[in-house]
């Protein structure tokens, strides 16, 4: 096994990425410990790896261990086996017990709110050019999803031309795919296709979409993908799903365009019904919003889209 008795002191624990329903019904780091135990690794070493291995790593010299001069954060545990955790300190105060807060969260900050800002948008906006010609057929890059993966193919389709503007193909699941730049209303729009979705109608939209956290929509034609955008814009962030020119189900994120001032339940079930929308709209991937949020990140290999254009991020260039 990876950790041994030679290897534990060098191990530590990461997460990313987990989403609201996971934080509340398992966890975070502390899931991951939980599940470490179950598969037979000692607890006081599971433990360990979610602290001390981990603070040392980052020099952090001040916290990850019960010890004079380092920082009072700390957990009681009920159950070791079970990593049940009773009471939560921060800085010496008891700031959670039981798994409910005893804290009251601060204002939000006015300079956090009110964060997406687009220029005005039409469905012609949104209209992907051909290379050339007005009526046929020609090869196109094209994002093509790997299921259960964050890294994508390269791939080359051929798709139907229409008045000069290349059409989605829905029935071989080839989708548009949409990056509106929202942080200073640059009216940067990235246009693309995407393989894999599994959308037959509609359009989800999505003010996160990493790093640069720009508005992304994947959808089946433009006056859906249109009118979650203006949702999106709308409601200042969020996740939004769109049929027929309608709303279906979205999730507010107002705070930077990507957090929720709502308690964890109230997300969670906004979340919820989030990706149950969208489950009526095809036979889509699970977790397609998290799937979506990573089109736009230009550092996985292989393809990916920004609001300058796709991007080869095998080779580092924008493809023209």
């Not at 030679?6 to 609201?20: A, G, H, Q």
């Not at 990056?179 to 979705?197: C, D, Q, T, Y």
């Not at 959308?199 to 956290?213: E, P, Q, R």
């Not at 989030?274 to 699970?286: C, K, Q, R, S």
């Amino acid at each position: 096994p990876l950790v041994s008795d030679t290897t534990y002191k060098r191990c530590f624990f990461v997460v990313d990425d987990r989403t609201c329903s996971d934080l509340l019904r398992e966890g975070d780091i502390d899931a991951v410990v939980r599940k470490a135990v179950s598969r037979g690794l000692d607890p006081v070493r599971a433990i360990q790896m979610a602290t001390i291995n981990a603070a040392e790593y980052f020099r952090l010299h001040d916290r990850g261990a019960i010890a004079p001069g380092y920082m009072a954060n700390l957990i009681t545990i009920n159950d070791l086996a079970k990593v049940e955790i009773d009471m939560v300190f921060y800085r010496g105060k008891l700031v959670a017990r039981e798994g409910k807060p005893l804290f009251s969260l601060p204002p939000v900050a006015p300079e956090l709110t009110h964060t997406v800002h687009i220029k005005p948008l039409t469905a012609k906006s949104l209209s992907l050019p051909a290379k050339r010609g007005n009526l046929g057929e020609e090869t196109y890059p094209v994002i093509e999803i790997i299921p259960g993966q964050i890294v994508t193919k390269k791939a080359a389709e051929k798709v139907g031309i229409v008045d000069g503007v290349v059409m989605p193909d829905i029935e071989r699941d080839i989708l548009k795919l949409v990056v509106v730049e929202r942080h200073k209303a640059s009216g940067n729009i990235g246009l693309g296709l995407v393989k894999g979705f599994g959308l037959k109608k509609g359009a989800l939209a999505s003010s996160v979409a990493h790093d640069s956290h720009n508005i992304i929509v994947v959808g089946t034609n433009d006056l859906d993908i249109l009118k979650a955008i203006e949702e999106v814009d709308s409601l200042q962030g969020g996740l939004v799903v769109c049929a027929g020119r309608k709303v279906l189900a979205s999730l507010p994120l107002p705070i930077a365009g990507l957090l929720s001032p709502e308690p964890l339940e109230v997300v969670v079930s906004q979340h919820e019904n989030v990706e149950e929308a969208a489950a009526t709209l095809g036979n889509l991937p699970p977790a397609p919003f998290s799937i979506l949020s990573f089109l736009a990140l230009p550092v996985i290999p292989e393809l990916r889209l920004t609001d300058l254009g796709l991007v080869d991020a095998v080779e580092f260039k924008l493809i023209k």
